[in-house]
C-alpha cells in the first residue's frame, strides 16, 4: 500500500463521518449545527470550525444554494485556504543545519529522527544524529537502532550525561565529518516548563557560540491519535521555545483527520511532516492538498468558480472543471 492510500485508510473514518453531514438535502439550522458537530468531533477545534461555518455561511448566500451536497466543495475550499506550506519552509533541508526534534514522550520522536535521517541520506546528505534525550530510559539505545537502520553515525554519553554536553561532541563531529544535517533527539518531559526551557536554551546556545554557521530548526513531534491533546502539547512547547514546524505521526487508523487542520490554522505553525506507519517511507512532507483530497476522499472538488457556473447555468460540462471562461 503506497503513501497515499495509508493516509486516505487512516483518513477513512473522519472523511466518512464529513460525508454523513452532507446525505441530507436541505440547507438549514440543522445542517449547520451537524456540521459544526462533526467537524468538532474530527478534532478540527472550535476556532477552526467557525471559519468554516462563517465561510460556508457567506457563500450560501451569496450564490444563493439551496442544496445541502452544493455545500461540500465550499467546506473543502474552506479548509485549504487554512492550511498552506511553501515550498520555503523545506529551505533548511538543503543547508548545514541542525535539527531540534521535540515533543513529549511517547509520540513518536525517536522513529521520526530515523525516518529523516534515513531520507536525508538517500538524497547525498551527509547525515549525524545526537542523542540529546539523555533523562528516559532506554532512549540512547533505541536511537542507536534507528541510526544504525538509517546507516548514519550517532553521538552520544552515557545515560544521566548533560544534554549540552551531548551537543558540544555532537557539533563537534558534524564541523569535523563535514555534516550536512545534525539532528538532535531531545528530552520530552512537560512537567516543568522552566526546566525543558532552559534545557533547550542552554543547548541552541552551544550550537550559537560553536557552530554559528549553522541553520537552526525546531520540529515538535505530535501523535495525531491524540486529537486535541496533541494541539494542547504544541501551545505549551511553543511558549517556552520557538517552533519552527510540526511533524504530525500516527496518521494510520485511529487518528481524527481534523487535527492537522486545527494545529495549522490556530497556531500558524506550519505542519511539515506527517508520519502513517512504521516503515522508513511511511514519513513524508506534508502536502495539504494531497491530505484535503485524502479527508474528503469520496468527494469531487470543486473550486468557487465551478460552484459559481453550476448555480448560474444549472448543469456542467466535465471541461468546465479545467476551462472556465
Partial sequence: MGFFQKLKEGLKKTS?????????????DDFYDNLEETLIEADMGYETTEKVLDYVKAKVKELHLKDAHECKELVINSLRDQMSVDQSAYDFEDKKSVIFIIGVNGVGKTTSIGKLAAQYKRRGKNVLIAAADTFRAGAIDQLGTWADRAGVEMISQHEGSDPSSVVYDAVSAAKARKADILLIDTAGRLHNKKNLMDELAKMRRVIGREYPEANV???????????????????QFSNVTEINGIIITKLDGTAKGGIAVAIESELSVPVKYIGVGEKIDDLQRFDPSQYITALFSDFNIK?????????????EKDDDLFDIE
Fill in 16 to 28: 466518512q463521518s464529513i460525508a454523513n453531514v452532507f446525505k441530507v438535502s436541505e440547507i438549514d
Fill in 303 to 315: 473550486s468557487d468558480t465551478d460552484i459559481m457556473v453550476d448555480n448560474e447555468i444549472g448543469e
Fill in 217 to 235: 530548526e525546531s520540529l515538535i513531534v505530535l501523535d495525531g491519535s491524540t486529537g486535541q491533546n496533541a494541539l494542547e502539547q504544541a501551545r
